[in-house]
């Protein structure tokens, strides 16, 4: 690793602003204030030991989740200056207390950077209820302490206190999430396991560790990917029938490195990551696009050259061309910009551009060597556009045979208003219970979807098989805003006819099963849906409790049956409700339909990567994998008895 940066010491950290509206608005700063933005906590202090080691200064990371609910992360860096800064005081603490102060914005510090504009520590501390920063540098070790962001050790004439020495270099950090600010403060370490494994792809000479000490035997694991992305790719499709071999290159341009890993499989729908300077994008942006983009002109380029597209043909669509793809984009960018705080999307046009020029450049050499894979590769295509057009004609006879509005044949019983942002359409199954939901709803702004028995899993099937399936035609032509797959983008959110799509099955196993196929179907034909938040279930109660004085009240799970047994002193009846169709109108209003009763839940993705691999680990076609994470899991899941 190159060490081509200046001396990392106090003069090095930039004050920007102050830290005031952290805490007051947390969501601004790390997304959300669930598990997610509980999860983005320690990704920002690894991110930290992530820049020291694109520096190269840091080969060794320890994250560790800590009995007690805190979470250390340990580096072998250079440590955080704890020199005096011009502001008067520790620079350590001025990172820790003062929002955009960092290395980051001294170029000559990190010439690449991952961490948030240099605002991630300061925001760690300012949503902690305390957090502790140790410091090994020069031969001693400093400490600094703060609680709520709020300094609680003295510095003397400014600088640290000294609490040892050590020859070894690098920062810990130990921190508790606040749970004033925080819905749950118990760290999800599978999302957490992931994100450090998906840092050891990108960075193959850096060694990860993590423990967790919260289980009765610490679980620790080692991450340290030698292969890089190429590795990644191998490990995304391991269970998957290769159509080529893994593709990779790199290359660097104004000051920007590109590397790429791609393969083709044997499936119908694409799966690209982008990366900048190690932060997933998890919407994309112009490094992406970049990549398309060229990548696209190329095939169609070597299809004509090839006279696999004649002159009457029309060009392969992108999709067309990126059909089985699976694909990792990561670049190192000086000036990143992004849209939006959590990084989900790259902004620099400059990245878009020496993207394509480095594909351009890498991959017609790789090709004009590799006549065979070039060809595997057009084969994709010529399928991927195939079935488009067999699609395109299927989805043009279906609109024009169907119309859906308020009937009274089983399908769609439709709202009156045309406003989609009042608009709701419920998805009901079975006859009997959409029949309760079309006497009970509001005919002003709620519509009725009934649907027979359990849809197609659609993680097995062909395409053909789903396009030809009878419930979801009618689920896509009553959504109006159509359908997308790895071949296609016919899907435009513009045109979603219904604000809140909500899936209302019953309260056991079936109805369970009946939601997790349609969010499959949604998940992997109409992604949007779910990640613009349009997407619900329904809680209908699964007891009614009836004492002999006091008000009914309805019981949603059995928790709440328990919970209702300690509170409520006396005898009562309890009904409990075999399924939706067993409720009267009244009672379905009451608590399934009325928005000012009513329980919903938000359907949200919080990690893509992971969504995707668990969907098709327990829809698709393997047994094992399911079996093992049944198992493992078993002692989590809430039996229907």
Known sequence: ??????????????????????????????????????NHLVYEIVDNAVDEHIAGFCTLIKVTLEADGSATIEDNGRGIPVGMHEKGISAERLVF??????????????????????????VVNALSAYLVVKVKIDGLVYEDRYERGIPSIDLVNGLLPVVGKSRDTGTTVNFLPDNMIFDKTRFREEDIKSRLHETAYLNPLLKIIFKDNRQ???????????????????DMNKSKEAVCDIISFCG??????VEVAFQYVNEFHENILGFCNNIYNSEGGTHLTGFKTTFTNIINSYARELSILKDKDANFTGADVRNGMTAVISIKHPDPRFEGQTKTKLDNQDAAKIVGKVTNEEITRYFDRNLETLKNVISCAEKAAKIRKTEEKA???????????????GKLANCESKDMAKCELFIV??????????????????????????????????????LANAEIKTMINAFGCGFSEGYGNDFDIAKLRYNKIIIMADADVDGAHISTLLLTLFYRFMPQLIFEGHVYLAMPPLYKAMPSKGEEEYLFDDKALEKYRKRHKGPFTLQRFKGLGEMDADQLWETT????????????????????????????????????FIYKNANEAELDI
């Open 429 to 466: 199954e079975g006859d009997s219970a959409g029949g309760s939901a079309k006497t009970a709803r509001n005919r002003h702004y709620q519509a009725i979807l009934p649907i027979r028995g359990k849809i197609l899993n659609v993680e097995k099937a062909s395409i053909d098989k789903v």
């Open 1 to 38: 690793m190159a060490h081509n940066v200046k001396a990392y010491d106090a003069s090095s950290i930039t004050v920007l602003e102050g830290l005031e509206a952290v805490r007051k608005r947390p969501g601004m700063y790390i997304g959300s204030v669930s598990t997610k933005g509980l």
């Open 252 to 257: 660097e341009s104004e000051g920007i490195t």
């Open 593 to 628: 339909l009325d928005p000012e009763t009513r329980m919903l839940k938000l359907v949200e993705i919080e990690d893509a990567r992971m969504a995707s691999e668990v969907t098709e680990m327990l829809m698709g076609t393997l047994v094992p994998p399911r079996k093992a």
């Open 216 to 234: 009765d035997v610490p679980e620790v694991i080692e991450y340290h990917e030698p292969e890089g992305i190429t590795g990644f790719i191998k």
């Open 97 to 122: 207390t003062t929002l955009h102060a960092g290395g980051k914005f001294d170029d000559s510090a990190y010439k690449t950077s991952g961490g948030l504009h240099g605002v991630g520590s300061s």
């Open 395 to 409: 989805r043009t006879n279906m609109l024009t045979k169907q119309k859906f509005s308020f009937d009274s044949n």
